[in-house]
């Protein structure tokens, strides 16, 4: 699976939109691109993902360059509840599905 | 969403007995589970790959005799850590992808943390 590089941190105000960046530039043609956060202390928690087009839920969107080198989620209103470690993962969902966890970035949400 | 539940949340123990980690998929069936260990500062870190009804598959590293690992039925998956020394106190975490979930959407426990002494 492609690697990915994210900053290791950043910070964002309470109530702001929050966009983290991922940098993908080996993705290959058939590897989707996955968010999950991590709040201190406790499991992952899948957000998004998405393989050409842009993405959106009820936590967040992804947003993939053109040429899926490179993918930002947002969060629209970021509330200090999504402070927490931001991991953006390519997988190419094969026979196990494996994900590998790089560092992610921690998003602080300040008041 | 889909719940995963791990027991114990935490456990605490002494050196050279065995400690066991439950992990239970409580409304959907998980063919496969996967088992994370994760020491302070640092990310997940896989260590098995675990399929219902089959031996699990370990990562490069990963001692398959300290770390027994078995996926009885769709709903359960269990982690013993064998003969535990204070190196494998860490953060344990498992995942389950349901039957027909996309490729890469996994649901994780809450995770079990060791504390061997």
């Known amino acids: 699976d492609a690697k990915t590089t994210q900053p290791p941190s950043m910070d964002c105000a309470e109530g702001r939109a929050a966009n983290l960046p991922c940098n993908h530039s080996t993705i290959s043609g058939n590897e989707y691109v996955y968010w999950y956060r991590q709040i201190h202390s406790q499991g992952p928690q899948y957000i998004i993902h998405g393989l050409k087009n842009n993405e959106t839920n009820e936590m967040a969107s992804l947003i993939i360059t053109e040429d899926r080198k490179s993918s930002t989620l947002i969060l629209p209103h970021a509330t200090l509840r999504d402070t927490a470690v931001y991991y953006c993962i390519v997988n190419s969902g094969g026979s196990n599905y494996k994900l590998t966890f790089g560092k992610g970035t921690l998003l602080t949400v300040n008041p | 969403g889909a719940v995963v539940s791990q027991h114990p949340s935490w456990v605490i123990c002494k050196s050279g007995t065995s400690v066991k980690i439950e992990c239970r998929s409580l409304d959907f069936q998980a063919t496969t589970m996967f088992w994370y260990r994760q020491f302070p500062k640092q990310s997940l870190m896989l260590m098995a790959t675990s399929n219902e009804g089959s031996k699990a598959t370990y990562e490069q590293g990963v001692e398959k005799d300290k770390f027994l690992i078995n996926h009885a039925s769709l709903t359960l998956s269990t982690l013993t850590v064998t003969s535990a020394h204070p190196e494998d106190s860490s953060f344990y975490i498992c995942?389950?992808?349901?039957?027909?979930?996309?490729?890469?959407?996994?649901?994780f426990g809450e995770g079990s943390r060791l504390t061997v002494l």
């Open positions: 995942s389950a992808r349901g039957i027909g979930s996309p490729a890469g959407e996994l649901f």
